[in-house]
């Protein structure tokens, strides 16, 4: 360990790895430091939140940091599945289900995290980057581009100089601690999740034929969601072998004195998932960890300084993990630090683009927050909550991950001249979100339908979207694109409402302002869900 480095890096779990890999292949002569506190390398059991990514992240792994030869190591998957309750919840084939029957165009993993996270240190130590591991923070003193901070390697202390330093101390915040940056995020949402170290396969929940055959691959290898009202329950294969199932629930509906202990876990089970319950109770002997966290959502005031620190991944926010989104923050974040770093290392003033990089930030943070906030209750109406999952898919192909799979988020110039187009998105998002809510509320039709595929794989305009993720585009084309997106989401949302209406007409006064339209783009949907 050397005593002065360019940036050290405090915790060394996904996005420390990832944010000093993206460094170094920017800057090959970064001098880097993790100091992360736990032993390496990791057990694979090792128990982490984001083992299910999505297309941002997994474009940021895959492309921008080059880490192909560690995701062929983990399971591809088969996007985001949703099983809607039915009568007992025994007979998952009696479930409305939606999802893909096959793989998408653009690519998405499943993270066995602690395998994902011991090859990410090796390649940082094949990068020339000094990862120490058994290394706590005794003290920090920051200051102007330069920061010492105390370290206890395996129980001697040394003094060490940085230049820049960044907190991935996931929960820990360090940094946000220590400057009294924490700030309350008011998405009250509860989770727990275990880990059997078998494979539990939902293909086997059902033998009906029909059921069996109506998807081309695995379901196991989706995201497996199971909906009730209030609450969803995860399945999560892992490339061990291992499945993390994780359970999470609306404070309000579901308290969290009901699911944060593995027994209390396994009898809530029991009482709103039975089938999921009956399958884990067969393989209690494999149990591996079980972890629980209480209001989990959380915020940051800060998360850049042109004096030379940043935060990033579960040290600064956290929201929701319905979709996946937390490895996608990370990408988002470490995006912008690494930007900072660099300029700064290249001779640039950075003040100005940090406080610009901050405000994105910030701005993506709470364009994401109406799609969960609230919404819990929505998860037991299959056809709303369809309907709306469908509609976040669109707005998030259609814009953030667009202009991410186009690198366009540190092209300042570019964004300004996109900032119309996002805010328009951002806006009719909101009173859709609210509309969805009180559509949940007042039609209550699909309760007593059962049986049905909704195959997403077969919505044209959604898989469009996905393929044109994969398109290179100039700016030019990419700004029309913008504008047919937002076309496209206008219309969406006028076809949207207008079926709503049907034998509900009382709803047009909490609809946002857009034509309503004739049955186009979901048509079949619709259809399947009257």
Same mark, same amino acid.
């Given at each position: 360990?050397?005593?002065?480095?360019?940036?050290?890096?405090?915790?060394?779990?996904?996005?420390?790895?990832?944010?000093?890999?993206?460094?170094? @292949?920017?800057?090959?002569?970064? $001098?880097? +430091?993790?100091?992360?506190?736990? #032993?390496?390398?990791?057990?694979? %059991? =090792?128990?982490?939140?984001?083992?299910?990514?999505?297309?941002?992240?997994?474009?940021?792994?895959?492309?921008?940091?080059?880490?192909?030869?560690?995701?062929?190591?983990?399971?591809?998957?088969?996007?985001?599945?949703?099983?809607?309750?039915?009568?007992?919840?025994?007979?998952?084939?009696?479930?409305?289900?939606?999802?893909?029957?096959?793989?998408?165009?653009?690519?998405?993993?499943?993270?066995?995290?602690?395998?994902?996270?011991?090859?990410?240190?090796?390649?940082?130590?094949?990068?020339?980057?000094?990862?120490?591991?058994?290394?706590?923070?005794?003290?920090?003193?920051?200051?102007?581009?330069?920061?010492?901070?105390?370290?206890?390697?395996?129980?001697?202390?040394?003094?060490?100089?940085?230049?820049?330093?960044?907190?991935?101390?996931? @929960?820990?915040?360090?940094?946000? $601690?220590? +400057?009294?940056?924490?700030?309350? #995020?008011?998405?009250?949402?509860? %989770? =727990?999740?275990?880990?059997?170290?078998?494979?539990?396969?939902?293909?086997?929940?059902?033998?009906?034929?029909?059921?069996?055959?109506?998807?081309?691959?695995?379901?196991?290898?989706?995201?497996?969601?199971?909906?009730?009202?209030?609450?969803?329950?995860?399945?999560?294969?892992?490339?061990?072998?291992?499945?993390?199932?994780?359970?999470?629930?609306?404070?309000?509906?579901?308290?969290?004195?009901?699911?944060?202990?593995?027994?209390?876990?396994?009898?809530?089970?029991?009482?709103?998932?039975?089938?999921?319950?009956?399958?884990?109770?067969?393989?209690?002997?494999?149990?591996?960890?079980?972890?629980?966290?209480?209001?989990?959502?959380?915020?940051?005031?800060?998360?850049?300084?042109?004096?030379?620190?940043?935060?990033?991944?579960?040290?600064?926010?956290?929201?929701?993990?319905?979709?996946?989104?937390?490895?996608?923050?990370? #990408?988002?974040?470490?995006?912008?630090? =690494?930007?900072?770093?660099?300029?700064?290392?290249?001779?640039?003033?950075?003040?100005?683009?940090?406080?610009?990089?901050?405000?994105?930030?910030?701005?993506?943070?709470?364009?994401?927050?109406?799609?969960?906030?609230?919404?819990?209750?929505?998860?037991?109406?299959?056809?709303?909550?369809?309907?709306?999952?469908?509609?976040?898919?669109?707005?998030?192909?259609?814009?953030?991950?667009?202009?991410?799979?186009?690198?366009?988020?540190?092209?300042?110039?570019?964004?300004?001249?996109?900032?119309?187009?996002?805010?328009?998105?951002?806006?009719?998002?909101?009173?859709?979100?609210?509309?969805?809510?009180?559509?949940?509320?007042?039609?209550?039709?699909?309760?007593?339908?059962?049986?049905?595929?909704?195959?997403?794989?077969?919505?044209?305009?959604?898989?469009?979207?996905?393929?044109?993720?994969?398109?290179?585009?100039?700016?030019?084309?990419?700004?029309?694109?913008?504008?047919?997106?937002?076309?496209?989401?206008?219309?969406?949302?006028?076809?949207?409402?207008?079926?709503?209406?049907?034998?509900?007409?009382?709803?047009?006064?909490?609809?946002?302002?857009?034509?309503?339209?004739?049955?186009?783009?979901?048509?079949?949907v619709f259809e399947l869900l009257r």
């Amino acid at each position: 360990m050397h005593q002065e480095y360019d940036v050290l890096i405090m915790g060394g779990g996904l996005s420390g790895l990832t944010l000093a890999i993206q460094l170094k @292949r920017k800057v090959a002569n970064l $001098r880097i +430091l993790i100091a992360e506190r736990a #032993a390496h390398p990791a057990p694979e %059991a =090792s128990h982490k939140v984001g083992e299910s990514s999505v297309e941002i992240a997994s474009h940021y792994f895959e492309n921008i940091l080059g880490l192909k030869p560690q995701l062929d190591n983990e399971l591809p998957k088969l996007g985001l599945r949703f099983f809607y309750t039915q009568g007992d919840n025994l007979d998952i084939s009696q479930r409305i289900e939606l999802g893909p029957n096959d793989f998408p165009a653009a690519k998405s993993y499943q993270l066995d995290r602690g395998r994902f996270e011991n090859a990410l240190a090796e390649r940082c130590l094949q990068l020339g980057i000094d990862f120490q591991d058994n290394c706590k923070i005794k003290d920090i003193a920051l200051g102007k581009n330069q920061h010492q901070v105390t370290l206890v390697h395996n129980g001697e202390e040394s003094a060490v100089q940085a230049h820049w330093l960044v907190d991935s101390t996931g @929960r820990m915040s360090l940094l946000k $601690r220590k +400057l009294k940056l924490a700030k309350p #995020a008011y998405h009250d949402i509860n %989770a =727990s999740w275990f880990r059997i170290n078998h494979e539990i396969n939902i293909d086997n929940w059902s033998q009906k034929p029909e059921w069996q055959d109506r998807v081309k691959a695995p379901r196991r290898l989706s995201t497996n969601h199971l909906l009730g009202k209030g609450y969803w329950v995860w399945l999560i294969p892992l490339s061990s072998g291992a499945t993390s199932i994780g359970i999470v629930a609306d404070a309000k509906l579901h308290p969290y004195a009901e699911i944060n202990t593995f027994e209390r876990a396994k009898v809530w089970l029991k009482k709103y998932e039975p089938q999921c319950a009956q399958v884990i109770d067969q393989h209690l002997d494999k149990f591996q960890d079980f972890l629980t966290l209480k209001h989990y959502s959380h915020n940051c005031k800060k998360m850049y300084s042109a004096d030379g620190w940043a935060i990033t991944g579960d040290a600064g926010v956290f929201l929701d993990p319905f979709y996946s989104p937390g490895s996608d923050f990370i #990408a988002l974040n470490n995006g912008f630090i =690494s930007d900072l770093i660099v300029k700064q290392y290249a001779g640039e003033d950075i003040a100005a683009r940090t406080e610009q990089y901050e405000k994105l930030f910030r701005t993506l943070f709470l364009a994401f927050c109406p799609v969960y906030e609230d919404q819990y209750p929505i998860m037991a109406n299959a056809k709303v909550m369809s309907i709306k999952i469908i509609w976040d898919y669109t707005l998030y192909w259609s814009g953030a991950a667009l202009l991410f799979f186009r690198g366009k988020f540190c092209d300042l110039a570019f964004m300004e001249i996109a900032a119309t187009s996002l805010q328009q998105i951002y806006q009719i998002n909101l009173q859709m979100q609210g509309f969805f809510r009180q559509w949940a509320e007042t039609d209550l039709s699909s309760a007593e339908k059962s049986d049905i595929f909704i195959n997403y794989s077969k919505i044209e305009f959604l898989q469009q979207l996905n393929k044109d993720l994969l398109v290179e585009q100039g700016d030019a084309e990419l700004q029309q694109q913008l504008v047919q997106n937002i076309k496209l989401i206008r219309e969406l949302a006028g076809e949207i409402v207008a079926e709503a209406y049907v034998g509900f007409p009382e709803l047009k006064a909490y609809a946002p302002e857009v034509s309503e339209g004739r049955a186009r783009y979901l048509k079949g949907v619709f259809e399947l869900l009257r």
